[in-house]
């Protein structure tokens, strides 16, 4: 099996540490992944970091990943609550997946509430601000070995 987990980030993420740190915080997408591929290094794993904003994109991505990964961890911003596109291409996919919020999203107008992702989410990471990406992939350290 790979030892690569693939890191999803949907729609707006590409602007974190620029606007609404008040919300997001003062990290950057390019930090974060700095700070993934050393934790995740450290547990040996591999990580393909990826964002985008389009919503076929991160599809094309889940399917990539069926063949190229034993882990998801996904944040699919604003396509949380809209996407059943990503929802179905989430379900062709069997290894763990990590549904991922840098806020907390419940704590938030109630447009944020309704995830469909949740659905076929393994589990979830929410309000951790951007050190839920490192949690999430000790998390999903539980989940599966690199061989
Ligand atoms: O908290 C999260 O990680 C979210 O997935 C972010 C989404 C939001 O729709 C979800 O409810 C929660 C929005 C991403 C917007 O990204 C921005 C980044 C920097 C500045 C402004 C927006």
Same mark, same amino acid.
């Given at each position: 099996m790979s030892k690569t987990i693939f890191i999803l980030n949907g729609p707006n993420l590409n602007l974190l540490g620029q606007r609404e740190p008040h919300i997001y915080g003062s990290t950057t997408l390019d930090e974060i992944r700095e700070n993934c591929i050393t934790v995740a290094g450290g547990l040996g794993f591999d990580v393909d970091f990826r964002q985008s904003n389009f919503e076929g994109e991160l599809i094309e991505s889940v399917h990539q990943a069926r063949n190229a990964s034993c882990g998801i961890i996904i944040n699919p911003a604003a396509y949380t609550f809209t996407s059943?596109?990503?929802?179905?291409?989430? @379900?062709?996919?069997?290894?763990? @997946?990590?549904?991922?919020?840098?806020?907390?999203?419940?704590?938030?107008?109630?447009?944020?509430?309704?995830?469909?992702?949740?659905?076929?989410?393994?589990?979830?990471?929410?309000g951790?601000?951007?050190?839920?990406?490192?949690?999430?992939?000790?998390?999903?350290?539980?989940?599966? @070995?690199?061989?």
């Open positions: 059943i596109a990503l929802l179905d291409a989430l @379900k062709t996919y069997d290894p763990p @997946k990590i549904e991922l919020h840098i806020s907390n999203v419940h704590a938030r107008e109630s447009i944020y509430h309704n995830s469909l992702i949740s659905r076929v989410a393994t589990a979830i990471m929410i951790f601000g951007a050190d839920g990406y490192g949690l999430a992939i000790q998390a999903m350290a539980r989940f599966v @070995k690199p061989r």
